[in-house]
């Protein structure tokens, strides 16, 4: 059992553990989006006083918070127990794509060149990291949620302003991964 | 701990995520290259039967684990909002290679890095916060 909890899990299964998730966290009376928790954060340091998208009483979101507190765990058990050490199965033609752009595979989840510890000594390094996850806190607070409440929770109630923010991520995306990555690596 | 099947959820979001390599900067590129069929495949396969069990919940007028009927609220009309906001999310997803869950994931993962990357998220959100007023919404 171990051992088959351990291999890379194919798609159908997790986009099937996915839905249990959404639909589970429904019958705990509450609605899947974890972008949600960003804004709680900046509740709690007290943004609230100053304006007013951050003033609402953090603790009805507390559920949210907890959610988000064991995906971390989850993670560490599958970096841990779940553990394997085969490469990841990229497609060739995505290394090859990023071989041109200077990023190397290794076969790890993330490369070590944008995600390893040399990172912290390189200002750009720094940099990228923090406009990248600035343009998701800024974008998500902005379209309203983010892939679980847009992708997952929106379609999945046939909302067609969730359809229009999903068509926006992959506009950005595209326009991030062919036009403005060759221009920053 | 009432508080405790919430950690539970998340604990098994989290796994799912990381054993599905849905955290994985890599993949994220593999999916805006169109390149392979696995993330569609997550994404296709979770809407797919999210759209059903929604449907059911609605049709059997289902109740949650406190008794009351599981309600959907429908997102406000405009268009733009959605648009530029999901456009803007979308150029930083594919930079980080993360949206919000898997930042946290891969945190826990080990990928401490991912630490600036939620800085900067928490950054953002507060700067929409700061400026909404003067957006197209």
Redesign the interface.
């Known amino acids: 059992m171990l051992e088959l ?1 351990r291999q ?24 899947f989006g ?2 949600a ?3 709680t ?2 509740t709690i ?1 007290g ?1 609230g006083k100053r ?4 003033n609402f009483d953090w603790k009805t979101e ?3 918070l ?14 841990t127990l ?1 553990q394997n050490n085969e490469p ?1 199965r ?2 060739a ?2 290394i090859e ?2 071989k041109r752009l200077g990023i190397v ?1 290794d076969g790890e ?3 070590s060149q ?4 040399e ?2 000594t390189s200002p750009k390094g ?1 940099l ?17 949620g ?3 409440g ?13 359809l ?15 036009l ?2 060759p221009l ?1 690596f | 701990m009432k ?1 405790l ?29 169109f ?5 569609y ?11 059903t ?2 449907a059911l ?1 609605k049709k059997f007028r ?1 109740k ?3 008794g ?1 009927l ?1 309600t ?8 733009q ?21 898997p ?9 401490l ?2 630490i ?15 400026i ?1 007023d003067k ?1 197209p919404h």
Not at chain 2, 35 to 39: D, G, K, P, S
Not at chain 2, 116 to 130: D, K, N, R, S
């Open positions: 909890l890379p899990w194919p798609w159908y299964i997790s986009g099937a553990a996915i839905a249990f998730i959404m639909v589970l966290l429904l019958f705990f009376g509450k609605s974890v972008s928790n960003l804004s954060m900046c340091a943004a304006l007013e998208l951050f507390k559920w949210n907890l959610f988000l507190f064991g995906s971390v765990l989850g993670g560490v058990v599958a970096s779940f990841l990229l497609s033609a995505t794509d990023l595979f989840l993330n490369p944008l995600f390893g510890a990172v912290m720094i990228v990291l923090l406009i990248g996850g600035a343009l998701v806190g800024f974008g998500a607070r902005y379209a309203g983010c892939t679980s847009h992708a997952i929770s929106g379609l999945s109630n046939m909302q067609l302003p969730s229009i923010a999903v068509i926006g991520f992959f506009i950005g995306g595209m326009v991030m991964t062919h403005l990555l920053l | 508080g099947k919430y950690i539970l959820t998340g604990l098994v979001f989290g796994v799912i995520m990381a054993k599905s390599e849905a955290i994985s900067w890599y993949r994220i590129q593999e999916m805006f290259r390149q392979a069929f696995h993330m495949g997550i994404i296709g396969t979770a809407v797919i039967l999210g759209v069990a929604v919940i289902l949650d684990s406190k009351n599981i959907f609220q429908d997102k406000d009309k405009r268009w909002r959605y648009l530029f906001g999901g456009m803007i999310f979308g150029l930083g997803w594919a930079l980080t290679g993360a949206c919000p869950g930042m946290f994931v891969n945190i826990g993962y080990g990928y890095a991912m600036i990357v939620v800085i900067g998220a928490l950054v953002g959100t507060y700067l929409y916060g700061l909404k957006l």
